[in-house]
């Protein structure tokens, strides 16, 4: 299994451990402004990579930037791949039929949610107590149905149809301009950036998931677990994800490679971040302020660049890797 | 491989002609403005930013305008200077005669009758009219004159020359247009103030048809008797002004800075961010671009190549950054929390950082430059995070164990953090907001920024639910009104900082009404120091203000006065380099 590794794979391993030390070694604190040394170029010391126009050590910007970075895209990609990989796995195993519920139940549901959706600002106001009486309302028409013969037959959840609609819905609207439009509504925090990403990036994953289970699905040994009667969260757990995930594996990289270019994207525009976290995007903007440091745009572009790049050649070698056990490029 | 060299060198081509400047669009007499926002309502009745203001200029007419260096009223729609007679001592009539040669755009002559009409107006309940109610309260009555229809005489409580000047400051609106039967005529000012004139069915359904019209988002609904005419509006893009064909101000023989008007077409293209604003002037996509920031500006200046293109101004304004401190919150309720808070900013680095050092400071809102009244004995406060230390000790903040800073209020353990809002896309304050947090985390208070959208900006200040915001406010140097400002009675409106003691309020009040410059000046020498003590806003510096203008527009008339130019005045004229 083992396999040596190229140049320019030795190289973007590199310098993608180089990104992770940076972060590792970057301030705590948030960059003090030295307000007496505004743009100075880079070479001279203390700052050998030059200041920003309110006095930053772009080192340090830099440094804490790809903290920033990573404590944004990684957790992104993984939670974006998880939501994504659980949403396909379910669309591609469970389809439009095979998973059935009472009608009391789908009932019930559907009522809870359209009460839910109507009353959403006294929700937001009084969670509990609103939800509270949603949720006897929901109960009560439950166990008022499945007293009938009508509320008692069984009734199939188009899952697949419903995790298929909602993943067009997403990628009908360009993800630049939905990420922008909720981002200009909230108030900027890491946090809050993670879990819009992690929002509007699952669908990718989730078309690749639920594309690999399918295929899965049909293969003679799954059909042999399921003939055989062992449940479904086994069949899944057992037979099914230890042949899909390495797929998310694979993708997971250029996942992190798209939210960078993302995060940065965002950072570049002002919004997302709170402005007192150091960014590459941000530190990329500056240049907007002081068109003439052209160190603000080399040093912040030359490090978006290069582990972008990193992340691809990673993916590339991988993929290489994983044609030959599973052929699941083609 | 050829593919490759193919698309490399079609990538460099559009490259470097996208990059290059392009040819002009601009036709001749026609001017293009960079804006940072939209005016987003064009009603003059409700214009509160000064985008609104701007456009108000151009659509409509005041009785008075302020001249070029701000320290003179000069006559627009008023024939002269209105005569002043000042009865016992709390009276004072005002009487103007308008310009025979005005007129609105259906040939009718600009009468008396209008002015009374837009008076009332701005007293009518009903109509978004707080802010006109809050500067125009001094006006009790208008008197028409039986034998000359354009003559008419103002009564005035206070004998104030502020409220000469203020007298003729607002956009005379026509009556024909907006109330062509007149029922506003039977009722007056006095009746509409008190609110008694609900009653009248003729209010009530005027009120209805101005709210009908929607003025403030179509002014086409409310022609005036200024130059210019609204021809397009696109919403956050762009707004387009042309000349009317016929306009009264040609027939004046000498017409005055304010009643020039010789672009056919202005075109105020909204451009929020500042570096591609930048990026517009340099491509020729907008002729003048007002208060540039500072690098930007002497960066342009030192280029060959865009002094060969543009022009470049700069005027002391009378407009200041502030830092404002919410006084209603309850970590800003004493006086020495605001003045340790004071201490932190480095105003003399944030002069130098972001505007080249070419701003000034002052101890007070009143400029530097305005000699008489500023209050020159007040030390200019400085930054030293040790006296801030000490004013919060004052204020009763303990430190917690290196943690942060607590203290008793009401009975309950308050903790000192704040939040710091600012206009969004701005460079400077963006740079005295982070230099505040980092002095602040320094000694350990908690800072949450918060760069907001102008107008959500605007929104919170008003509803008091910011804390500390950095704001700027624009002045000029005839008008000492600070009723807006700082008065108790405004804090639904401009009082943003909820500041207002009796002491203050009869300070302010005082100031206005006094007649004499000698007591103006003790006056206002004393308000200076009160707001230096309770420090409800904090003055940064004032700011120089900065114009890149392309050279085509000729000499471009500056003011001291927002917006810093006079876009009806521009006249191409030929610009030695």
């Not at chain 2, 005027?206 to 179509?218: E, G, I, N």
């Not at chain 2, 960066?299 to 404002?324: G, I, K, M, P």
Request: proline content about 7%; aromatic content about 8%; charged content about 15%.
């Amino acid at each position: 299994m083992t396999r040596r590794l190229s140049f320019a794979q030795w190289l973007a391993v590199s310098w993608l451990l180089l990104v992770v030390v940076s972060a590792c070694i970057a301030p705590t604190s948030s960059p003090v402004p030295d307000l007496l040394h505004t743009q100075e170029p880079p070479f001279q010391d203390p700052h050998w990579l030059g200041t920003d126009p309110l006095g930053h050590d772009v080192l340090q910007l830099l440094l804490a930037g790809a903290r920033t970075t990573l404590l944004i895209s990684i957790p992104t990609a993984v939670l974006a791949s998880l939501l994504g990989g659980a949403a396909g796995s379910v669309a591609g195993f469970w389809g439009n039929s095979t998973y059935q519920v009472q009608r009391a139940s789908a009932a019930a549901g559907v009522i809870g949610a359209v009460i839910a959706l109507l009353f959403i600002p006294q929700l937001r106001t009084n969670p509990f107590p609103v939800g509270l009486v949603i949720g006897v309302l929901s109960c009560t028409v439950y166990y008022a149905l499945r007293r009938t013969s009508w509320g008692q037959r069984q009734i199939a959840v188009p899952i697949d149809s419903m995790v298929q609609a909602l993943i067009a819905l997403l990628d009908s609207i360009p993800l630049l301009l939905l990420v922008l439009a909720i981002a200009a509504v909230q108030r900027p925090s890491s946090m809050g950036l993670v879990v819009l990403l992690v929002l509007t990036c699952w669908t990718t994953p989730a078309r690749l998931l639920r594309a690999v289970t399918l295929r899965t699905k049909a293969l003679l040994f799954v059909e042999a677990a399921v003939v055989a009667g062992l449940p479904t969260l086994r069949i899944l757990r057992y037979h099914i994800w230890p042949n899909t995930w390495p797929v998310l594996l694979i993708r997971l990289p250029l996942s992190i490679a798209i939210i960078i270019g993302l995060e940065t994207t965002l950072s570049f525009l002002g919004i997302g971040l709170a402005p007192e976290v150091a960014s590459w995007g941000r530190l990329l903007a500056s240049i907007r302020v002081a068109p003439a440091a052209w160190w603000l745009l080399v040093w912040p572009g030359a490090a978006i660049f290069f582990t972008i790049l990193s992340l691809h050649t990673l993916v590339s070698t991988k993929i290489t890797g994983f044609d030959k056990h599973l052929d699941v490029t083609k | 491989m050829k593919r490759i060299l193919f698309g490399l060198l079609l990538l460099l081509w559009s490259s470097i002609t996208g990059c290059s400047p392009s040819a002009t669009s601009a036709t001749p007499d026609t001017v293009r403005i960079r804006w940072a926002r939209d005016p987003e309502n064009l009603d003059p009745l409700i214009a509160n930013n000064p985008s609104s203001y701007e456009v108000s200029t151009l659509l409509h007419c005041s009785l008075l305008n302020i001249s070029d260096t701000g320290r003179n009223i000069v006559p627009w729609l008023a024939a002269a200077s209105p005569q002043v007679e000042r009865l016992g001592d709390s009276l004072m009539l005002v009487s103007y005669s308008l310009r025979p040669e005005a007129t609105w755009d259906n040939g009718k002559p600009v009468v008396a009758q209008d002015v009374a009409f837009t008076l009332k107006m701005m007293n009518c309940p009903g109509l978004p009219t707080e802010m006109d109610q809050a500067m125009f309260h001094f006006i009790q009555d208008i008197r028409l004159d039986t034998t000359d229809s354009r003559r008419f005489t103002l009564v005035c409580t206070g004998q104030s020359s502020d409220y000469v000047r203020n007298s003729g400051d607002f956009s005379i609106l026509p009556e024909y247009a907006l109330d062509p039967k007149g029922s506003l005529r039977s009722v007056s000012i006095r009746e509409l103030r008190s609110g008694a004139a609900t009653a009248y069915a003729s209010v009530t359904s005027f009120v209805q048809r101005y709210q009908a019209a929607q003025l403030a988002q179509h002014p086409d609904n409310l022609p005036g008797c200024g130059p210019y005419q609204l021809k397009n509006w696109q919403p956050g893009r762009f707004l387009t002004f042309t000349r009317k064909l016929k306009w009264w101000g040609d027939a004046l023989a000498k017409a005055p800075p304010i009643l020039r008007a010789v672009p056919k077409s202005i075109t105020y293209q909204i451009i929020p961010d500042a570096g591609t604003a930048m990026l517009a002037l340099r491509r020729g996509d907008i002729d003048l671009y007002p208060l540039m920031p500072a690098a930007e500006f002497a960066r342009l200046r030192r280029s060959d190549a865009d002094r060969a293109r543009l022009s470049f101004y700069t005027v002391d304004s009378y407009e200041c950054v502030v830092a404002n401190f919410n006084t209603r919150q309850p970590t800003l309720q004493d006086r020495f929390t605001r003045q340790a808070l004071s201490a932190l900013f480095d105003v003399p680095g944030l002069i130098r950082a972001t505007q080249q050092g070419a701003a000034y400071r002052s101890a007070s809102i009143v400029s530097p430059r305005v000699h008489p009244y500023y209050n020159d004995s007040l030390p200019l406060p400085t930054y030293d995070t040790q006296q801030a230390i000490t004013l919060l000790r004052k204020a009763g903040w303990r430190e917690v164990n290196g943690q942060g800073w607590v203290r008793k209020q009401a009975g309950k353990l308050l903790e000192l953090r704040l939040s710091l809002s600012y206009r969004a896309g701005d460079p400077a304050l963006e740079a005295a907001a982070l230099q505040f947090r980092a002095a602040a985390t320094a000694i350990r208070i908690p800072v949450d920024l918060r760069p907001t959208e102008a107008s959500l900006l605007v929104q919170q200040l008003r509803e008091g639910t910011t804390e500390v915001s950095l704001r700027s406010i624009g002045g000029n140097p005839a008008a000492y009104d600070f009723t807006p400002l700082f008065h108790s009675n405004s804090t639904s409106l401009y009082n943003y900082s909820g500041f207002g003691t009796p002491a203050s309020d009869h300070l302010i009040e005082a100031i206005v009404q006094t007649p004499d410059t000698a007591q103006k000046t003790r006056l206002l020498r004393r308000f200076q120091r009160l707001l230096y003590t309770e420090r409800p806003i904090y003055v940064l510096y004032f700011l120089q203000y900065r114009i890149a203008a392309a050279r085509r527009l000729g000499r471009v008339p500056v003011t001291s006065i927002k917006p810093s130019y006079r876009a009806n005045a521009i006249d191409f004229s030929p610009v030695t380099k």
